[in-house]
């Protein structure tokens, strides 16, 4: 093995890029010691070269113009941690150009240009390290591409959105509405300050068309998810699903089966005793179950500067010794082959059990009327709660289903809305049982 | 890269080789796709030729003598599954002469002789994988090495012995004795005839000396951990337990600080909201907090057949990669450099809180006699409870202390077993608060 230096370039100094860049200085030795050879950062680029980091950069180390990185042939990784798609993509297809390996934590560009960047860096035969563009500090992507090699994997599902996790958590233990536990997240630096892309449960739908992809060799469909945030929650159901033994959580699954492939972000309803529903805070857990290694759970903080800065070095570290061992591309492709004869599954064909509440006159009959219509639907109903009595008035009545299908489901609660009896939308929440 | 098929051997085709082989063969297609080349199981060794494992074999395949797989020059990788030091130990010496590169399962032999294989295999240029070795599915190895390599570890410890967390899931849910759960998991196959290397902590102890080797750079020092197992647990220091908000597990636990190393195996009390309490059966679990990562877990099957095959195939995968790359050695000696500035941490000066319990006489004074003797011992009390009251006879008291020296709490606790109000052996137990 060749014990030559390999020369770094970081473009965006933002959080994860001060989180790469303090690694990379404040522990070159180690990682000189355990690479084998110097790793070096060269130079960083941003269009804010006078904010305060708390990090001392060697003078010129860092650059307004990301072409002082891109054009420098002693460069051989280029690390992109502006995010977004443009010019985050621009750039990165010119690095490749020049034969530069990549590395970056661009989840939203990979989930819907993969393909663009996979094969123009194929073409060129660099490699793309991409481990820091889901769950942070999690090595989920190397997990699934290296280590579980010998699996075919049935299913993976997670809590990949920090920001979304801290208000359901915080909404779960301290009762507060939506609205409150958003505004914490904010002060605490958890949410930015618009927060669409976390809440609305984009964020995960870009991470799991990434983990989509590593995983059943489908090709990036992030426009295909079905994604559902979790800005319209009440607290309501927070309660009844607690009372029930559930708790809330944002989930992203992906299931195969066959040549189907279910994707989907939407709030969900873990058991209690689920190892996901203990999953607190700001942290990430990905839950798989694969053929060999049965189930599995990895947990870790899924953003922040150091653990996401430290998923960016590990990518940093692998492409070094490919280079220095001569053995780019020694990781095919994204790391399993793309399956040419999957398709996937429309959300209305998905089948789940289901927690329904509906807004309901308390009166006789009403619950007949309601289960009358569900079985028509041929949804059979598990257990029903209605705990207030308010003669004629409107109370709370809950049901949980047996597994159906999530177009019976829809179709059954627009019948049901028109009754009535009924006020107001009625709200249904998947359930999730595997892995308990 | 070139896409040679690699030739595969297998030693031992006991449990942990049957999965090996069985994804191997019923794999070969993906395994190609993934990797780009074909990977070949050509040979099974085994002195029992004649038991059914539930596999077809092409004919020829299982030969009864190891030396047609060592032998063989067509054969690259040997696979060791035969467990135990010998002659695991020298078949392994005698591949690694012969060119091979080893992939094996085998943690009492690392443990134990880790330097002599790692050396050999160094001396020769060829690899040795050991992902199996510790925690079966959980491929803990390789991020460990990989993943976190821009951490410095500061603390690992984890569940990794299926057989006693079975034992003590068993007795804390269902409330049986020790001597019930044990012959309840050997009737499941969870536990052998002979237990002591499970129950015993000794089977933790070699997977925590491969740990702490990769985490903290340590030379392998099986024989220099603090081993306690769990088979002098009462039922009634579990209820208690949990009485207190608190879990029992068999942890195996490595911290470092400054040039310290410690390392230790033992029931351990942790609270019942921390992420490990919850793992169950025969689930293993391994914790890390890296300074950069922060706090992480990794959960899954720690045996069988499957998913510790699967471990040894993401090896085998890896090796094969690094032989038609060109990049034999890519990941340099175990890939943490050696530090000899280390010390492990003798048993007596570690610090921890203590769960104490005595049987004392019901009788005013004791329990100022007893605090008295903690005191003088710097040793104060967090809380006590008794609750029954049996004048003048010998009720169970119990203790939380705030951090003690482990040498100060075995001194005090000789001290109070002195005391004429003092019957039987007092019982402590160390509790974990890290993580929580």
């Not at 793309?128 to 190397?142: L, Y």
């Not at 994604?227 to 927070?238: A, F, K, N, R, V």
């Amino acid at each position: 093995m060749m014990s030559r230096p390999v020369n770094i370039g970081i473009i965006g100094f933002g959080t994860v890029g001060t989180g790469t860049a303090r690694i990379l200085l404040q522990k070159k030795r180690e990682l000189e010691e355990r690479a084998g050879f110097p790793i070096i950062l060269k130079r960083i680029a941003d269009i804010d070269i006078r904010r305060d980091r708390g990090l001392r950069l060697p003078k010129g180390m860092l650059v307004k113009d990301y072409r002082e990185i891109v054009d420098d042939p002693e460069i051989q990784i280029v690390v992109e941690l502006i995010g977004g798609i443009s010019p985050a993509k621009e750039i990165i297809v010119e690095a490749i150009r020049k034969g530069k390996h990549v590395v970056t934590a661009n989840k939203a560009l990979l989930a819907t240009s993969g393909h663009t960047i996979f094969n123009a860096a194929k073409r060129k035969g660099v490699e793309v390290g991409f481990e820091a563009s889901v769950a942070g500090g999690i090595p989920i992507i190397k997990i699934i591409r290296e280590s579980l090699v010998g699996n075919n994997i049935q299913s993976i599902f997670g809590i990949i959105n920090g920001t979304s996790n801290y208000i359901l958590t915080k909404m779960t233990k301290e009762g507060v509405d939506f609205s409150t536990a958003l505004r914490d997240a904010q002060r605490l630096g958890y949410a930015e300050a618009d927060p669409t892309l976390d809440i609305g449960g984009i964020d995960s739908a870009h991470k799991l068309a990434i983990l989509a992809t590593l995983a059943f060799g489908i090709p990036f469909s992030f426009k295909k998810i079905y994604t559902e945030g979790i800005t319209g929650l009440s607290q309501l159901d927070i309660q009844f699903a607690e009372e029930l033994g559930y708790t809330i959580k944002l989930l992203a699954i992906s299931k195969q089966k066959g040549r189907d492939v279910e994707m989907r972000v939407h709030p969900t309803m873990l058991p209690s005793g689920h190892i996901l529903s203990n999953v607190g805070g700001v942290y990430n857990a990905v839950f798989i179950e694969g053929d060999a290694v049965g189930q599995c759970l990895f947990y870790g903080r899924g953003a922040g500067e150091m653990p996401t800065g430290g998923a960016v070095v590990s990518d940093i570290v692998d492409i070094a010794r490919d280079i220095n061992s001569g053995a780019v591309g020694r990781i095919r492709d994204i790391g399993i082959a793309g399956r040419s004869d999957l398709r996937i599954k429309g959300m209305e064909d998905i089948l789940s059990c289901y927690y329904l509440r509906f807004y309901a006159i308390d009166k006789p009959g009403v619950l007949s009327k309601i289960s009358g219509i569900l079985g028509s639907f041929n949804i059979s109903i598990k257990s029903v709660i209605q705990k207030e009595r308010k003669k004629e008035r409107a109370v709370p009545l809950v049901m949980m289903t047996h597994t159906a299908r999530e177009r019976d489901v829809v179709n059954a609660l627009r019948e049901i809305k028109k009754l009535s009896v009924v006020t107001g939308r009625p709200v249904y929440i998947r359930v999730e049982e595997e892995g308990e």
